[in-house]
C-alpha cells in the first residue's frame, strides 16, 4: 500500500489567495452555530491548507454519517466494471430467496439504478417501516413496502434503497465493501485505516457508519476529481464517474429558496448535485466537496445542524479566492500558522468548587425530572476528588465512563471510547461538563446541580445511530 503522503504546496503557488482562505476561518469560527472539527483543501493536486481543531487530530477517524453512501457508491462501481452487477437489473434478481414475497409490481419493477439513486418510488423515508417488516433482513422489509410512484420517477432520500445497494454489492462479491475496496480503493489511494459499522455482522451497513480521516475523504474526492485516475493508473471507468455524478433525478421544489438550496440541485448515485460541483455528504458538516471547475477538492468534518450555512460560507469565501494563475510573493506563512493553531475553545469554568470542595466530593446526581429526556441512557453522574484532580463518572445502567477534568483546555483519554473533556464549576452550586465524542461529530454537555443533586444533559447535535455511550466510536477495526 502507498503510504505516500499527498503532494503540499503554498496557496499561492496554486493561484489560491490565502486572505479569502483567512476571510473563510474568520466566519466559521464566528459562526455560533458551526463547530469546525477539520478542514483540507486540495487545488491542482496539491494540499494547500489543513488544519484540525484541537483536541481533533489528523489521523483521528471521524463517522462520516452518510459521506458513507458515496463509497457505497464507489464498491457499486467497481462490482459494474467488473461485470458483478447491472445498473438495469431488478432489484429483486439478486435476492431470489424473496421471490415469493415480493409481488407488488412496483417493487418488482425496482432497478438497481433506481436504488443507486434515491427513486425506488418511495415518497418518504421507509428504514423504520423496513426494519419493523423484517429486522433481519432489511432488504425483503423494504421491498415489501410497495412504491408510492413507479420507480425512477421521484426522489426520496431513502436508507433502505442505499442499504439494498450496499447489500447486493456484498452478495455478488463475497466480502464486506470494506474488504472488498481495500485493494481496489483504499490501498491504491493511500488510505490507511478505517472502519463501518456493520448490520448484519459481516456487512457493512452501507447507507452510514464508515469511519476514516478527513485525509481519506480528500483523496477520494481528488480521485474522482481526476476522473477514476490516481498517479497514472485507471481505478474506476471514466463512464462511472460521470454517471455517479450527474443528476439522475430532481430533488426541486421549484420555488426561489430552492434555487439556493444546495440540496435542490439534483441527485446522482450516492452523490449529490451542488450549486457548484457535486459532493459526498454527511449529517452535521461532513463534507467531500468537488469543484472541477476549480480543479480543487474541499473536505471537511464539523457538528452542525446549519449545514446549509456551513455550504454557503465556502460558496462565499473560498470560491472567490480560487484564482486562475500562481500568485507570486504571496505571503501564506500567517495561514500556516494559523491552521498549526486551530482550537476549540474550553468551557469557561473554574477547574475547582468556589467553596470547600468537600461539598461535592463524592456526590452522586440523578436524572433532572426523574429521566433525561436529551440523553436517556444516562441513569446516574458522581463527582469524585482524587490525587489526580476530579473525576466525573456517567452511568448507563450497570456500565460507567469515567471522566477526567483537567486544570485547562481539554483532557483528552484515547479509550476505549476516545473522549476529550472540559469543564469545572461555573458557580458553586453548578459543575458544567464538555464530553467530544472524538470518532463522531458530537459533543454532550452535562450539567450538575448541588442544592437537588441532579443533572441535564444535552447533546448538541444528536446521534442518530442511537445506542449507550461506549457506541459512540469507530467499531471493532476491520480488514
Known amino acids: 500500500m502507498s503510504t505516500r503522503p499527498l503532494p503540499v504546496s503554498t496557496p499561492g503557488e496554486q493561484g489560491v489567495d490565502a486572505s479569502g482562505l483567512h476571510s473563510f476561518l474568520d466566519a466559521v469560527e464566528a459562526a455560533p452555530d458551526i463547530e469546525p472539527h477539520s478542514l483540507m483543501i486540495l487545488r491542482h493536486g496539491h ?15 471521524q463517522l462520516l454519517y452518510s459521506l458513507s453512501k ?104 463475497g466480502q464486506s465493501m470494506t474488504a472488498y475496496l481495500r485493494p481496489r480503493l483504499l490501498d491504491p489511494l493511500g488510505i490507511g485505516e478505517v472502519a463501518w459499522t456493520q448490520h448484519p455482522a459481516g456487512g457493512d451497513l452501507g447507507f452510514s457508519g464508515l469511519h476514516a480521516t478527513t485525509d481519506a475523504i480528500a483523496r477520494f474526492g481528488q480521485l474522482y476529481l481526476q476522473d477514476g485516475v490516481w498517479e497514472g493508473r485507471r481505478l474506476l471507468p471514466s463512464s462511472w464517474i460521470a454517471e455517479a455524478t450527474r443528476a439522475h433525478i430532481s430533488t426541486a421544489d421549484g420555488t426561489a429558496e430552492g434555487a ?28 467531500c466537496l468537488v469543484l472541477p471547475e476549480y480543479d480543487a477538492v474541499i473536505a471537511t468534518t464539523a457538528a452542525t445542524e446549519q449545514m446549509q450555512d456551513l455550504l454557503n460560507l465556502v460558496w462565499r469565501h473560498l470560491l472567490p ?24 475553545a474550553p468551557v469557561e469554568a473554574k477547574p475547582e468548587p468556589p467553596a470547600s470542595g468537600n461539598t461535592w466530593a463524592g456526590v452522586e446526581f440523578v436524572p433532572q425530572g426523574g429521566a433525561c429526556a436529551d440523553q436517556r441512557t444516562l441513569t446516574g453522574v ?98
Request: glycine share 10%; proline share 7%.
Open 47 to 61: 494540499v494547500v491548507a489543513s488544519g484540525w481543531w484541537a483536541p481533533y487530530t489528523p489521523e483521528r477517524l
Open 70 to 173: 458515496s463509497f457505497t457508491s464507489t464498491a457499486a462501481g467497481f462490482a459494474a466494471a467488473e461485470g458483478l452487477l447491472r445498473l438495469d437489473d431488478p432489484v429483486i434478481s439478486y435476492f431470489p430467496e424473496f421471490e415469493a414475497d415480493i409481488t407488488d409490481p412496483r417493487s418488482r419493477a425496482m432497478l438497481v439504478r433506481h436504488v443507486a439513486s434515491m427513486a425506488s418510488g418511495h415518497l418518504t423515508e421507509t428504514y423504520t417501516e423496513a426494519f419493523r417488516l423484517d429486522k433481519k433482513e432489511t432488504v425483503r422489509g423494504f421491498l415489501l413496502i410497495p412504491p408510492d410512484r413507479d420507480p425512477g420517477t421521484v426522489f426520496a432520500y431513502n436508507q433502505p434503497a442505499t442499504y439494498t445497494l450496499g447489500a447486493i454489492v456484498q452478495r455478488v462479491t
Open 260 to 287: 439556493l438550496s444546495d440540496w435542490q440541485q439534483g441527485y446522482g448515485f450516492q452523490f449529490w448535485r451542488s450549486r457548484h460541483g457535486y459532493r459526498g455528504d454527511g449529517a452535521y458538516g461532513q463534507f
Open 321 to 344: 479566492a480560487f484564482g486562475t494563475t500562481p500568485l507570486v510573493g504571496a505571503e501564506d506563512g500567517g495561514l500556516r500558522r494559523r491552521l498549526a493553531r486551530l482550537a476549540l
Open 382 to 479: 458522581a463527582v469524585a476528588a482524587g490525587e489526580q484532580g476530579w473525576r466525573v463518572s456517567l452511568t448507563e445502567g450497570d456500565r460507567r465512563l469515567d471522566l477526567r477534568l483537567g486544570a485547562t483546555g481539554w483532557s483528552v483519554d484515547p479509550g476505549p471510547v476516545p473522549t476529550a473533556v472540559s469543564g469545572g464549576w461555573t458557580d458553586q452550586e453548578t459543575l458544567r461538563v464538555d464530553v467530544l465524542f472524538l470518532e463522531t461529530p458530537h459533543r454532550m454537555t452535562v450539567t450538575c446541580s448541588l442544592p437537588d443533586r441532579t443533572f441535564t444533559a444535552r447533546w448538541h447535535t444528536n446521534p442518530l445511530h442511537g445506542g449507550p455511550l461506549r457506541s459512540l466510536r469507530a467499531p471493532s477495526r476491520l480488514p
